[in-house]
């Protein structure tokens, strides 16, 4: 990579806080638009409107989905405006680029019948009871993998049933845990010091490997598809964040609380969920519309002119 593309990727981490899986698909995207410069022969600082149109044509005749063309438009362009900010350019090009309309897709979820029997489905042993954990504090809380594998135990605050997270941006936040939750959480801490615990930074950790380290988002994501592969639907973390936020929103919760809870930045990113209360709406709408329901076999009023 070049110096100035090395200063941006620290930008993105230390100033933009950007996740792990983030930073890693900003360096992929910016390396393949270097690449592509390359074998064109084309200056970074010499690209018109029209080249950088024809590197998204380019995206689009390898087969690549508009929201994969639009995560690149944002790491290139993103590192046009930090070249102009900081001095190193005066151009950007691809400000004028439009992202492509893509299809919005519901986010997928479990039904609570369906999280019930996911829930009941782990044993009792040290290991089954910290996988437990995970699954009821996912659904509990519906924090993302990466904030709740970077808990700490001082994060918790079991007299208030509340957990402080670390979200995007590097914000800080509560979330609230559940009645259930909480049983398996004071029964997991109560065993999880009869275990090899983390040294150094990890000594704090809630959640921990086999191996005595802090357990990863990668760790959790392969002990819901252990736990979840006879499970007809895909389980994943988002998953129970989903099926939490569907599941407040079904039973009549506050958007912009949801929002809060969810630690989303705009409200349009958490109006999704208001899609997935469609069953509630209709409840609602046949409780207290007079037309909402007709008496079968109920004959209508006459016309007139028949």
Not at 104 to 133: C, H, I, Q, T
Not at 212 to 222: C, H, I, P
Not at 272 to 281: F, M, N
């Amino acid at each position: 990579m070049l110096e100035v593309q090395k200063d941006y990727m620290h930008y993105l981490q230390y100033v933009r806080h950007l996740s792990p899986r983030s930073l890693a698909a900003y360096m992929r995207d910016l390396l393949a638009y270097s690449a592509y410069l390359k074998a064109r022969e084309l200056p970074e600082e010499e690209i018109s409107l029209i080249q950088a149109r024809t590197f998204v044509g380019e995206l689009t005749r390898r087969g690549l989905s508009p929201r994969s063309i639009n995560r690149t438009l944002s790491a290139v362009r993103g590192y046009y405006r930090y070249k102009q900010r900081f001095g190193y350019g005066r151009e950007n090009p691809f400000r004028a680029v439009k992202s492509l309309k893509s299809a919005k897709r519901l986010p997928s979820f479990l039904f609570e019948e369906e999280v019930s029997e996911l829930l009941a489905s782990v044993g009792d042993d040290f290991w089954s009871l910290r996988d437990l954990l995970i699954l009821e504090l996912l659904y509990s809380t519906g924090c993302r993998v990466s904030e709740l594998v970077a808990v700490n135990v001082g994060d918790l605050d079991l007299r208030g049933s509340a957990l402080r997270v670390i979200g995007k941006g590097n914000k800080e936040r509560t979330v609230y845990i559940g009645r259930e939750a909480l049983k398996v959480l004071k029964l997991y801490l109560s065993r999880r010091g009869l275990q090899r615990l983390p040294t150094g930074e990890a000594a704090n950790a809630l959640f921990i490997n086999r191996r005595g380290r802090r357990l990863t988002a990668r760790g959790v994501q392969y002990i819901l598809a252990r736990r979840t592969e006879a499970q007809a639907k895909r389980v994943t973390p988002h998953t129970l964040r989903h099926s939490f936020a569907t599941h407040i929103m079904n039973r009549g919760g506050d958007i912009r609380l949801l929002q809060e809870l969810l630690g989303h930045a705009s409200l349009s990113t958490t109006q999704v969920y208001t899609h997935l209360g469609i069953d509630r709406l209709k409840d609602v709408y046949a409780g207290a519309h007079p037309h909402a329901t007709v008496k079968k076999n109920t004959p209508g009023p006459e016309r007139k002119g028949k």
